[in-house]
């Protein structure tokens, strides 16, 4: 680890790869880059607009900066948290389109609030899908949650069908509520799918318990008779207890 090291050069060599930084160089047979993005809002900052979450333009229900005839849409705006009813920044693609058509429809005098935001995200790394929603344990602790995890390895597909492999599934609740308020999925498949059941449980204001008795569907190919979500719902609600 060389956190703070700034990359020079990169090279190829005839073994691999090679990273020059101010403080060392290393030999690699592979690089990742993951550079982040930032909003691009030094325009409205610039017109005196008022901004939220990681410099994002704070914007309102109907899409409205601070500005009432200016409004904002797309990973330039800033969103509100479904749980914490904090700013928040998500540049994901249908917070951005569904922002954009209601902002169309709100600057026409329709006045239709965008829905507030849960993260749901997913990317796929080289074989596994990696899937989020709600927040994280760090994120539910600093907004004063008293949070509670729980966390299984199921599997994709039914123990005699061809093919599949392991998911894991993490939960988090609130002790208090028994909600649940985050969830996190990684696996070769399933993944992509599963993350928007917990999704649309943590928008509905589900319980673990509540989670656990919903009829899911199932056949071989697709799952378990048990659904991943459901045992590791299970164990969300007797850590709860």
Not at 41 to 53: F, H, V
Not at 97 to 102: D, F
Not at 164 to 173: D, N
């Amino acid at each position: 680890m060389l956190p703070g090291t700034r990359v020079e050069a990169i090279e190829r060599t005839g073994s691999g790869i090679a990273v020059e930084t101010s403080e060392a160089r290393l030999e690699a047979d592979l690089l990742l880059v993951a550079t982040g993005v930032r909003p691009e809002s030094e325009l409205a900052a610039a017109a005196g607009l008022a901004l939220g979450a990681a410099g994002a333009i704070a914007v309102d229900a109907y899409l409205r900066t601070s500005d009432e005839h200016i409004y904002a849409a797309g990973d330039c705006a800033d969103a509100i948290h479904a749980i914490t009813g904090e700013s928040v920044w998500f540049p994901l693609a249908l917070r951005a389109n569904r922002a954009g058509k209601l902002a169309g429809d709100n600057v026409f005098g329709y006045q239709r609030p965008a829905p507030p935001v849960l993260g749901t995200a997913v990317f796929k790394f080289f074989g596994l899908e990696v899937a989020r929603t709600g927040l994280s344990r760090e994120e539910a602790d600093a907004a004063g949650f008293d949070t509670v995890t729980a966390e299984i390895v199921g599997s994709t597909r039914a123990g005699y069908y061809p093919g599949g492999g392991k998911l894991s599934v993490r939960l988090l609740g609130d002790r208090k509520t028994r909600k649940l308020l985050g969830c996190c999925m990684v696996g070769p498949e399933a993944a992509a799918h599963k993350i928007d059941t917990a999704a649309a449980a943590i928008h509905a204001g589900m319980k673990a318990e509540q989670i656990y008795d919903l009829d899911l569907a199932y056949a071989p190919p697709f799952g378990p008779s048990w659904s991943p979500l459901l045992i590791a719902a299970s164990q969300l609600s007797k850590a709860l207890d």
